[in-house]
């Protein structure tokens, strides 16, 4: 049987008291009253966290531990996370930046809360510049690691071209906060055809360190010392590896192999403390958050290099029935007509594909029946123009609505 999710009654009374629920009909209504001045992913934040963040599910002798996963873009932080969850509760796609600011997915292990914390990928400032991205591109990744007890690096081995050195925006996080427990995470082994080098790259990464001596001890190394951000520029150059990894693991988040003993490493490094979260909950954002990025991950997923970047994807309607199955009616907003056809495809094929795919994650994200409903519009100058195109999942429906 599955366990009601508590989330969702907390959600359900935030919905009520902003008056956003407009219908209790558990039928998708033909047309959806559009509430275009309301940003769902931001109204709720700060209500949010004062309903979940003080957690009323006390164990007996409760332990936490919160751990920050950071990365380059595409390493599989997500995926992994997703893994040690057994839950979709963080949106992936085989694009980079995916993931766009920093979000807790939680799991329940005995007594032991396991606080993970998503980060976009570690990008620089001229990266983030290149490539227009939001200011949380840089700020988050470091703010995961103030909060987080212990930091878990990913680290892509079937990278040909990066596998061979730590990244210096990876190395600067870890110069910074020294005397943060660490670990390194080997991602994407089964991609590689042999696991010969694997033995090398630890040694590299982890500049001899862990290959045949003690781990360092917990708590980081505690001779070393704070550096200035000038200084850690100059000590990271050199450098290809760390050597304060309290181990390292070689996984397939994808497969789940190896993820197990990830899992064991974060229940001994939990410390006696409070529970920053209910035992049902598992993440942090609101399912109006985790529809708007699942939709659009399929759509970095399926369409051309770029273009997916340029959307805007917006719940228009959301609603829980009484069984606990979700109905949900997301806008996907393009800039042109051309856009809009593409994202559409020949004969409505490309957004029926998203919208089936985004209904299955769903469903393992809530794990509950997720009825979802695509729509796209294009906007000139920010005013609406002809040519709404709407597709519905379950009855191949597809029609163009003038
Ligand atoms: N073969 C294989 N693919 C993986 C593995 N882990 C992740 N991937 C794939 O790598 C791609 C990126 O995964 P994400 O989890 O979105 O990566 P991320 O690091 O969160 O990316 P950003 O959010 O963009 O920074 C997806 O296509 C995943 O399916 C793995 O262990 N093996
Ligand atoms: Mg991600």
Partial sequence: MLKPLRVFSVFSSVHRSHNLIRSESRQIPQTIPSFRNVSTSSIYQEEYETYVVHSETRPENPHLVKVAIIGLPNA???????????????????????????ARAISVKDNTQIVFLDTPGLVTEEESKHHHLEPQYLRDGEKALQEAHVIG?????????????????????????????????????????SKRNLLDLVKILTNGSLVGQQPPEPGGNKKLNYLSESQVKKAVKPERGWP?????????????????????????????????????????????WLIEETVRGRLLEHLPQ????????????????????LVSVVLVECATPRLQKLVVGPKGSRIRTIAMEAEQDL???????????????????????????DCRTRHNQYRIVP
């Fill in 244 to 288: 304060n990894f309290r181990e390292v693991f070689l996984v397939s988040a994808l497969t789940r192999s190896g993820v197990d003993g990830i899992e064991r490493f974060l229940l001994k490094s939990s410390r006696p403390g409070p529970w920053m979260f209910s035992e049902e909950q598992f993440s942090d954002q609101s399912p109006e």
């Fill in 153 to 193: 690096v990913v680290h892509d081995a079937s990278n040909y071209w990066l596998k061979n050195r730590l990244d210096e925006k990876v190395l600067r996080l870890l110069h910074l906060y020294p005397h943060k427990d660490s670990f390194l995470i080997l991602n994407k082994i089964d991609i590689l055809k």
């Fill in 76 to 102: 599989g932080k997500s995926t992994l996370i997703n893994s040690l969850t057994g839950r979709k509760a963080c949106p992936i796609s085989s694009k980079v930046h995916t993931t766009r600011c920093r």
């Fill in 363 to 389: 469903y393992h994200t809530f794990q509950q029946p997720v009825m979802l409903k695509l729509i796209t519009k294009y906007y000139e100058s920010g005013v609406q123009q002809a040519g709404t195109i």
């Fill in 306 to 325: 770029e273009i997916p970047y340029n959307l805007n994807t917006r719940i228009e309607y959301f609603h829980r029935g009484e069984q606990g199955n």
